[in-house]
């Protein structure tokens, strides 16, 4: 695994901010050939032109080889991808069932469980009713919670 010149280029990047704005520092460091106050713009102009040759250096460098394996991979992952998404012919048979082959019980069921279903949400609509009508009484005055409406008509179930 090769390490990233990440550091090395944030090195450059620092120089080149002291070289702008700060000459006499520079100076100090040995960046600049000048000892004054003026700026060194040949010393400038070089570290401009290292920051750009490193950040070149990040260009991806793969052999033919690589880039062989990597245009295989992609074509391979395509050619899944594709097939994923290709719609297979249904079997009619699975559906069909003939008329005199059917078993009915399992219409009975479920006739009887919407039966269930539809009491349970008669019940449930009873419920909500009470609960209304408890919670505010004739639609005025002040509202209780829903939960203090439900102990009151668990205390008026057990009167």
Known sequence: MMKSP????????KQLDILKNNPKKAAEMGLSSDRGDAKDFEAISKLEQEIKNAKKSHNN????EDDMQAREDEDAARGSALEMTQAQPLDASIYFVEPDQMDYSSVEDIANAARIGAEFALKREKRDKELDDIQNPHGMGKVMTRGKA?????????N
């Open 61 to 64: 460098n793969r052999s033919e």
């Open 150 to 158: 439900r102990k009151k008509r668990r205390e008026n179930k057990k």
């Open 6 to 13: 990440l550091r090395a280029h944030g090195k450059l990047i």
